[in-house]
Each structure stands twice: as C-alpha cells, then as structure tokens.
C-alpha cells in the first residue's frame, strides 16, 4: 500500500485547512486509516483515524470538535478538514494505514504503511 498525503501550508490561527491521503496498491485489506502528527522537537501523537469497513471514527482529544475526518471510497482517499487551528496544531502530519491493530488505534505501532508527510504551520 502506497499513501501519498498533501494538502499543508501556512495558515493563520483561527483558519482552516483540509489535508488528503490518498491510497493505491493492495488497499482491499485496508483495516484503518489515520492520521499522525509530529511537532519540531516532540514525539508524534495520534490525530484521528477510521476503521475503513465500518467507518467508525476517532480523534485525539486535543482535536475533537475542531478536526473531521472524512473518506471517499471511491478514490481510497481520508480527508482531514482542520478548522479552528492553533499555533500548537503546528506539525508534519502524516498519514498512515493499517491491515491489522493488535491493540489500539492510536498507537503509531500499529501501522505498517506511511505517507511522506505533509507539513502543517499555523502562525499566531
């Protein structure tokens, strides 16, 4: 499975921001996609992901209400429509698919596929 994310930029506090993941390869076994972010000089944090079969969703705390992840089937693509961006939402983001969890969702561990990450910045 290949992923290929876009969709960073600059962005003031406040503004919004929609990044895409798109998919290709052996994606019929896609199990969950998600979202990860690192910030300059810190560990990298779960974001938000879905289950892809039954299209559960989940966020990370830090961006409930703020972040809606979205998916077209059609084209194997999640979105991640940001809104509401703070200074502290400043990170690569990258995303990731899994075929199989053994634990959680939100542990980085669990995906063997990565995007290229996409830089997000947001200027107060």
């Known amino acids: 499975v290949q992923l290929q994310a876009f969709g960073g930029g600059l962005v003031q506090a406040g503004g919004s921001l929609r990044l895409s993941c798109a998919a290709s390869?052996?994606?019929?076994?896609?199990?969950?996609m998600g979202w990860f972010r690192q910030a300059p000089g810190k560990e990298g944090d779960f974001v938000a992901a879905?289950?892809?079969?039954?299209?559960?969703?989940y966020y990370a705390d830090s961006v409930k209400g703020r972040f809606t992840l979205s998916r077209d089937n059609a084209k194997n693509t999640v979105y991640l429509q940001m809104s509401s961006l703070k200074p502290e939402d400043t990170a690569v983001y990258y995303c990731?698919?899994?075929?199989?969890?053994?634990?959680?969702?939100?542990?980085?561990?669990?995906?063997?596929?990565w995007g290229q990450g996409t830089l997000v910045t947001v200027s107060s």
């Open positions: 390869g052996r994606t019929s076994s896609t199990y969950v």
């Open positions: 990731a698919a899994s075929q199989r969890v053994r634990v959680g969702i939100r542990g980085a561990y669990e995906y063997e596929y």
């Open positions: 879905i289950i892809w079969s039954g299209g559960s969703i």
